[in-house]
């Protein structure tokens, strides 16, 4: 099995991930990366917005909340996440492109960034 994505770079509106720049918010899989991930609700985060994440079966979600962090995570989504059992891990984007890095390689990641504010 090939290695996880690795994200070599990031700033405001702009990600690499395996020497592939990405413009718009993405979601990282161990095998795979989504691009162009939209959110019912713009800024505020919903359930129904992680299904696929939630599908790919993860023991760590890791959410990027954008480079000022005005992505919200309702206390819906946080319950349910950790109701299944599976580490949540929250922070502005840097941050969680940081923290990505530091498990892919040990644990079943998946990070869901909001590239922009």
């Given at each position: 099995?090939s290695?996880?994505?690795?994200?070599?770079?990031?700033?405001?509106?702009?990600?690499?991930?395996d020497?592939?720049?990405y413009?718009?918010?993405?979601?990282?899989?161990?095998?795979?990366?989504r691009?162009?991930w939209?959110?019912?609700?713009?800024?505020n985060?919903?359930?129904?917005?992680?299904?696929?994440?939630l599908?790919?079966?993860?023991?760590?979600?890791?959410?990027?909340?954008?480079?000022?962090?005005?992505?919200k995570?309702?206390?819906?989504?946080?319950?349910?996440?950790?109701?299944r059992?599976?580490?949540?891990?929250?922070?502005q984007?840097?941050?969680?492109c940081?923290?990505?890095?530091e498990?892919?390689e040990?644990?079943?990641?998946?990070?869901?960034?909001?590239?922009?504010?």
């Amino acid at each position: 099995m090939s290695s996880p994505p690795e994200i070599q770079a990031y700033r405001f509106g702009r990600i690499v991930i395996d020497d592939v720049v990405y413009n718009r918010d993405v979601i990282i899989f161990p095998d795979r990366v989504r691009s162009n991930w939209w959110r019912r609700d713009g800024h505020n985060l919903a359930i129904e917005d992680l299904v696929e994440v939630l599908d790919g079966d993860p023991e760590v979600i890791i959410l990027g909340r954008g480079a000022f962090g005005s992505m919200k995570v309702s206390d819906d989504v946080r319950e349910l996440i950790t109701e299944r059992g599976i580490e949540l891990v929250i922070f502005q984007t840097e941050g969680a492109c940081k923290a990505y890095n530091e498990l892919r390689e040990r644990r079943r990641v998946i990070a869901a960034l909001h590239l922009s504010c």
